[in-house]
C-alpha cells in the first residue's frame, strides 16, 4: 500500500511522517517511528528489512517519521535541536492520531530517535494516550562518540560525513560475519543513510541533555518500557562486554516509574541492529511488546476491539435517546462503554451551562471563605460525614489526598436510634452561613436535582443497554434516594518539582452506582485505568460529563459491568495553560448516586442475559485498590460503606465511631 505523506511545520522546524495503513480494518494503536542520526526514515522500511511492514502485518496503521534536516528538508539551525523538536513531535503525532481514529499510541525509536520518543513519552504524558515505548539503541553518555574531531574542517557544512571505512562498518553495524551483506548494497546506503547533522550530535553529547535524559525523562516515564541495546554499540565498542553490561544495566535502572522495563542486549549485532543477520530477534522482541501492550497474544486470531483494553474513554451523546433511529445507537455505546472501559463522557446533557456557570462560581466562593468560617461547617462536626474536609484531611489507599472539599447530599432527615448504625451515613447537611453565601444553597440543591433526574434516567438507560427491563434496577434503589455531592479544590503542590507527581487522590473506585463528574477547569489530572494496567489521562471536555460505573454497580451486575479504577494526579505543568500562564486551582464536582444501604450479599444480585455476559472477555485489573476491603459487598452495602468512610475520614470516625474505627484499621494493617 502507497504511503501517504503528511508535511508539518513549527516553530521553524519542518519535517513530513509517512503513514502506511496496516492489515486490518479495525482501529488498533499508532505505531509511530523515529529514526536516529546519520539515517533517513527508510531505516525503518527498506529492502533488507522493513519494520514498518512488519507492523503493518499485526494490523497496526504506522506513522514513520522523517525528522527536521533528513529527507530533503531544511536543516535545523538551532544548537538545540533534539529538545526543540519534542513538543512539535507531540503536536504533529496528536494530530495524526485524531485525524486517524487510532485507540492509541506505541512509540519506537531508534538512537536519537530512541532518546526523541522517551523525551515524547515524558512529556506528553496526560496529553497523548501512550501505551508504551520502545527504545533501541539509545545510550546516553558524555563519552565522545568519535563522530565529530576536534577540529572542524568544514565548519560551514552543517552534516557530518561518517566514511564508509571497515572500522566504522564495524563500529555501527558490528562485525561483519554477523551483517546482512544486501545492507551494505549501494543502493541501501544510498536509501538509508544520510549525513549527519553536527549540531545534534553536539547537544546529544552536552550536560544538559544527559541530565535531562536520565534525570527527568528516565524516571519519571509511566508506560511500559521496552529498552534495548546490540552486543556491539557505540558506547561501549573499546569496553570488554562485562563493561557494557554494566553501563546498560546502569542506565535500565533509571527507568523507576515505568510499571514495566523489557530490557535486553542482543547478541551478535551493531548499533543498526536492523541489518544484523539476528534482525529477528530485535523484530520478535518488538513483536511481543506491542502484542502485550494491545492486550492481544499468538493463537487467539482475529479479536474484536471489545476485547482489546480500552485506550480511550469513549464520548455518548445523550440527545440521541430522543430520537427512536438514534436512541439504539446510545444503547449499543452505552453497552459498550459499561461492559469494556467503565468511563465515559456525556454530551447534550439536560444540565445547563447556566447551572454549571452557577456552581463554579458558588463554589469558588465557598472555597474563599476565611478558614473560620470553613470550620463552622467541619466534617468532623457530623455523624454524617457531610461537611468541610482541610487540604490532605481525607485518605485513600493509605495516602493523605492533597486536596480541600465540602461533601453534601441530598438533603434527608438523621435516622432514629433504632436504626442500624450504617444509615447515620444519610441526614442533614451542614450549610454555610447564608448571609455569606446566601445564594449557595439553591444552587447546590438545584444541581442535585438536575443530576437526579439524569441518573434516574440513566438507571434505566443502563438496563435497557444491558437487554433488561427499564425497571430492572429500581428495587435496589431507596425511596426517597440520597446521592452524595463532593466539592474538590485541588491546588498546585507547592513543594513538587516539574514531572513530580502528587496524589490529589489515590487509586480507587467509587462505591455507589454512578458517578456524574463535572470537571470544572481545563486542568488535566484524573487517569483511569485500563484491562492492561496502564493509567490514561481523563482530559476535561466542556460541555460534557464524565461518568463512571461504581462498585455497587458492578456488584449488583456480577462484574459484567466493570468499575474501572481511577486516581488523580497533580504535576506541577498541569497548573499551567498552553502558553505556559497559571490556570489556578483544579476544580470538580462530582455526584455519586446511592443505593439502598441495606441490601445484603443475598439481594446483590440481578439475572444478566447469557449474550451480554459472553461480551465479558477480560479479567478485571487488580490494583492496589481493589485490594483494599475487597469484601466490602460481604455483609450489607451500608455497612460496607460506612467502614469505607470511616478509614477515608479518621477525624469524623475517632469522635463518632473509634470503636468501629480501631477494628478498621486493624483489619487493614492486616491486609498490608
Not at 565522545?144 to 571497515?166: A, F, H, K
Not at 485490594?627 to 463518632?656: C, K, P, Y
Request: hydrophobic share 35%; proline share 7%; aromatic share 8%.
Amino acid at each position: 500500500m502507497a504511503d501517504e505523506k503528511i508535511e508539518f511545520e513549527k516553530n521553524g522546524l519542518s519535517f513530513f511522517g509517512l503513514f502506511r495503513r496496516g492489515s486490518r480494518a479495525q482501529a488498533l494503536p499508532l505505531i509511530v517511528l523515529i529514526h536516529g542520526g546519520g539515517a533517513t526514515s527508510a531505516f525503518f522500511d527498506n529492502a533488507v528489512v522493513s519494520v514498518v511492514n512488519e507492523f503493518n502485518k499485526l494490523g497496526h496503521n504506522a506513522l514513520n517519521i522523517s525528522r527536521p534536516g533528513y529527507g530533503g528538508t531544511p536543516v535545523p539551525t538551532s544548537s538545540t535541536p533534539i529538545r526543540d523538536s519534542i513538543p512539535v513531535f507531540i503536536d504533529f503525532i496528536d494530530q495524526v492520531h485524531k485525524d486517524k481514529g487510532h485507540t492509541g499510541i506505541i512509540l519506537v525509536g531508534h538512537s536519537i530517535g530512541g532518546a526523541l520518543v522517551l523525551s515524547i513519552a515524558h512529556e506528553a504524558q496526560g496529553r497523548l494516550p501512550i501505551l508504551g515505548v520502545s527504545a533501541m539503541g539509545c545510550l546516553p553518555s558524555l563519552k565522545p562518540l568519535g563522530l565529530l574531531g576536534e577540529t572542524d574542517p568544514e565548519p560551514e557544512n552543517p552534516r557530518y560525513i561518517v566514511e564508509p571505512s571497515p572500522e566504522n562498518i564495524k563500529r555501527f553495524m558490528g562485525r561483519m560475519e554477523w551483517l546482512d551483506i544486501d545492507a551494505l548494497s549501494p543502493e541501501i546506503v544510498a536509501a538509508v543513510f544520510e549525513p549527519g547533522i553536527k549540531s545534534e550530535i553536539r547537544e546529544y553529547q552536552t550536560r544538559d541533555l544527559h541530565e535531562y535524559l536520565l534525570d527527568t525523562v528516565f524516571p519519571s516515564i509511566r508506560v511500559p518500557v521496552q529498552y534495548l541495546a546490540a552486543e556491539n554499540e557505540i558506547l561501549w565498542d573499546d569496553e570488554d562486554p562485562s563493561q557494557g553490561k554494566s553501563i546498560f544495566d546502569a542506565l535500565v535502572s533509571y527507568f523507576k516509574s515505568a510499571p514495566e522495563v523489557d530490557s535486553a542486549i542482543l547478541p551478535r549485532g551493531g548499533h543498526n541492529y536492523e541489518f544484523s543477520q539476528n534482525v529477528g530477534l530485535l523484530l520478535q522482541r518488538r513483536h511481543e511488546f506491542v502484542q502485550k501492550l494491545t492486550g492481544r497474544s499468538e493463537g487467539k486470531g482475529d479479536q474484536s476491539q471489545s476485547q482489546l483494553p480500552f485506550t480511550t474513554i469513549p464520548v455518548l451523546d445523550y440527545a440521541q435517546i430522543t430520537s427512536p433511529t438514534t436512541r439504539s445507537t446510545f444503547l449499543a455505546a452505552l453497552r459498550d462503554a459499561i461492559v469494556n472501559v467503565g468511563f465515559f463522557y456525556l454530551k447534550n446533557t439536560s444540565v445547563s451551562n447556566e447551572l454549571y456557570h452557577a456552581l463554579s462560581e458558588q463554589s469558588s466562593a465557598l472555597f474563599d471563605l476565611p478558614l473560620d468560617k470553613k470550620l463552622e461547617i467541619e466534617m468532623v462536626n457530623s455523624k454524617h460525614f457531610l461537611g468541610y474536609s482541610r487540604l490532605g484531611q481525607e485518605i485513600t489507599a493509605l495516602k493523605n489526598d492533597y486536596r480541600e472539599q465540602f461533601d453534601f447530599a441530598t438533603e434527608l432527615p438523621a435516622p432514629e436510634p433504632e436504626e442500624p448504625l450504617y444509615r447515620n451515613i444519610r441526614g442533614p447537611n451542614q450549610w454555610p452561613d447564608s448571609n455569606a453565601l446566601p445564594n449557595f444553597r439553591p444552587t447546590i440543591e438545584g444541581y442535585l436535582d438536575a443530576i437526579e433526574k439524569l441518573s434516574t434516567s440513566f438507571k434505566s438507560l443502563v438496563a435497557e443497554a444491558l437487554d433488561l427491563p427499564p425497571n430492572a434496577f429500581d428495587d435496589f434503589f431507596d425511596v426517597p434516594s440520597q446521592n452524595k455531592f463532593k466539592l474538590i479544590k485541588y491546588p498546585e503542590p507547592v513543594d513538587a518539582h516539574p514531572g513530580e507527581e502528587t496524589q490529589g487522590v489515590g487509586p480507587h473506585k467509587d462505591s455507589c452506582f454512578l458517578t456524574f463528574l463535572h470537571q470544572a477547569t481545563p486542568h488535566t489530572g484524573l487517569e483511569v485505568q485500563n484491562k492492561a494496567g496502564t493509567w490514561l489521562p481523563v482530559h476535561p471536555i466542556p460541555g460534557t460529563l464524565v461518568i463512571n460505573i461504581g462498585r455497587a454497580l458492578e456488584a449488583i451486575t456480577g462484574g459484567v459491568c466493570t468499575a474501572t479504577t481511577h486516581r488523580v494526579n497533580l504535576r506541577r505543568e498541569n497548573y499551567l495553560d498552553k502558553n505556559g500562564l497559571p490556570l489556578g486551582p483544579r476544580f470538580s464536582f462530582a455526584v455519586f448516586q446511592g443505593v439502598s444501604l441495606d441490601l445484603g450479599v443475598e439481594k446483590i444480585h440481578i439475572d444478566i442475559p447469557d449474550h451480554i455476559k459472553e461480551l465479558v472477555k477480560d479479567e478485571k485489573v487488580r490494583s492496589d485498590a481493589e485490594a483494599t476491603f475487597n469484601e466490602m459487598f460481604n455483609g450489607s452495602i451500608g455497612e460496607g460503606t460506612l467502614i469505607a468512610r470511616i478509614t477515608s475520614h479518621q477525624d469524623v470516625a475517632q469522635r463518632w465511631y473509634p470503636d468501629l474505627l480501631k477494628q478498621a484499621l486493624e483489619a487493614q494493617q492486616g491486609k498490608h
